[in-house]
Nanobody, 124 residues
Framework: QVQLVESGGGLVQAGGSLRLSCAASGGTASDYLMAWFRQVPGKEREFVAG???????YYADSVKGRFTISRDNAKNTVYLQMNSLEPDDTAVYYCGMSRWGHYVTQSSRDFGSWGQGTQVTVSS
């Protein structure tokens, strides 16, 4: 059974940076599309960034140029480097592993394994 554990969230001022980590066990992260989503109360889980084989990445328009997703295959870990953070980035951030290998998708319904989430709060 796949387990994903996120870490690295916290409180930061606008313009600051954070780096989130997602450590996978029970499955090989590089065999699947891995992605970061975020969610605020009362709203659906929103796609942020994804990474597939050969390191190809894709991003939501709202974070392009500010966030970078990467993967360390030796550590079976996926990262999200977040720069120039804005108050609208405040959310619980979740790491997800796709059900469908490297099929590119932004729908949370296509992800079968999730971490517990890590809170990111950006103050103005």
């Amino acid at each position: 059974q796949v387990q994903l554990v996120e870490s690295g969230g916290g409180l930061v001022q606008a313009g600051g940076s954070l780096r989130l980590s997602c450590a996978a066990s029970g499955g090989t992260a590089s065999d699947y599309l891995m992605a970061w989503f975020r969610q605020v109360p009362g709203k659906e889980r929103e796609f942020v960034a994804g990474i597939i084989y050969l390191g190809k990445t894709y991003y939501a328009d709202s974070v392009k140029g500010r966030f970078t997703i990467s993967r360390d295959n030796a550590k079976n870990t996926v990262y999200l480097q977040m720069n120039s953070l804005e108050p609208d980035d405040t959310a619980v951030y979740y790491c997800g592993m796709s059900r469908w290998g490297h099929y590119v998708t932004q729908s949370s319904r296509d992800f079968g394994s999730w971490g517990q989430g890590t809170q990111v709060t950006v103050s103005s």
